[in-house]
């Protein structure tokens, strides 16, 4: 069964669709592995303009890290390794030379969230729940998503939803700027498609030119510290017993 759904569209976007819906579009190895290849191509396609990162279903855009599957992580070595490996992911969709788009279709959770907030803009189905819910399973976020949140969302707003660790609306988020359009969700991807035509009508040199200009300041020594730094410290809580707690009453409950 295929994890994840590519497709291009003649207009210049590559579309990324998480396709787990039984699982809420959790990321295991195989979607990492998927994302890592799809960001290669478009970084490299000059016929791509935009990507934009969804996923299928209309019950989830993604529920962070799969849990059934990283539950066996008990180290922080072997933790680190995961963290790692998707962090660098979104580093890498973080400073892509092209503009990104998480279309938000349905409640986004942990890792999912971090996903998202390593793109460009956020557009949300209406109604869908946003969870940093990391420090409701004893941990911080382990992909980039805080250092992100900080660079995109003034302090005390990112501090605020970090702390929290709740669910908040769509329409919440919007309020906070984290979230750059609520959509109605009828036909999300022809919704989307409509706020992205005013920048597909520029050439893919505009396009890139702006993005790296955005992105300059990410590929910093001093930012990469502060992202894997973060990861670090997630590995560290992985293996603490509020953690193993957390993910064992999850998954029994499934
Ligand atoms: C650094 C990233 C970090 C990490 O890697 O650990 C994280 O991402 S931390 C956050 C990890 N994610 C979660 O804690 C979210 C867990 N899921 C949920 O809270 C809910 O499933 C929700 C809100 C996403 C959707 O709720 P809903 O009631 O609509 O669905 P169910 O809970 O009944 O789930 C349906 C089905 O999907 C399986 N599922 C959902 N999320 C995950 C997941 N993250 N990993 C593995 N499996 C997941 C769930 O077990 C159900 O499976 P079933 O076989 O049908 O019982």
């Given amino acids: 069964m295929k994890v994840a759904i590519v497709e291009y569209d003649s207009n210049g976007i590559v579309w990324f669709a998480i396709h787990r819906p039984?699982?809420?579009?959790?990321?295991?190895?195989?979607?990492?592995?998927?994302?890592?290849?799809?960001i290669a191509m478009v970084e490299?396609?000059?016929?791509?303009?935009m990507l934009?990162?969804?996923?299928?279903?209309?019950?989830?855009?993604?529920?962070?890290?799969?849990?059934?599957?990283?539950q066996h992580l008990h180290t922080t070595e072997n933790a680190k390794q995961m963290l790692e490996k998707m962090g660098t992911i979104l580093y890498s969709l973080l400073t892509l030379s092209k503009p990104t788009v998480a279309l938000i279709n349905g409640t986004a959770i942990g890792g999912g969230c971090e996903l998202a907030s390593a793109c460009d803009f956020r557009y949300a189905k209406s109604g869908s729940k946003i969870g940093f819910i990391q420090g409701k399973l004893g941990i911080t976020t382990g992909w980039g998503g805080?250092?992100?949140l900080f660079e995109k969302l003034p302090y005390t707003q990112a501090l605020d939803i970090l702390l929290r660790a709740e669910r908040i609306s769509a329409e919440k988020m919007y309020e906070y700027g984290w979230i750059h359009a609520v959509l109605p969700g009828n036909?999300?991807?022809?919704?989307?498609?409509e706020l992205l035509a005013p920048y597909l009508s520029q050439s893919v040199s505009v396009l890139r030119a702006y993005k790296m200009a955005a992105a300059e300041k990410w590929k910093s020594d001093e930012f990469r510290m502060r992202f894997f730094a973060e990861i670090r410290r997630c590995s560290e809580l992985w293996g603490s017993e509020e953690h193993k707690r957390a993910i064992q009453s999850f998954l029994n409950k499934s």
């Fill in 187 to 193: 036909n999300l991807r022809e919704e989307c498609r």
């Fill in 52 to 70: 934009v990162i969804t996923g299928t279903g209309d019950e989830a855009f993604c529920s962070g890290g799969d849990l059934s599957k990283f």
């Fill in 44 to 49: 490299k396609n000059d016929d791509v303009k």
């Fill in 146 to 148: 805080a250092t992100m």
């Fill in 22 to 38: 039984e699982k809420r579009n959790a990321i295991n190895f195989e979607v990492m592995d998927k994302l890592e290849e799809t």
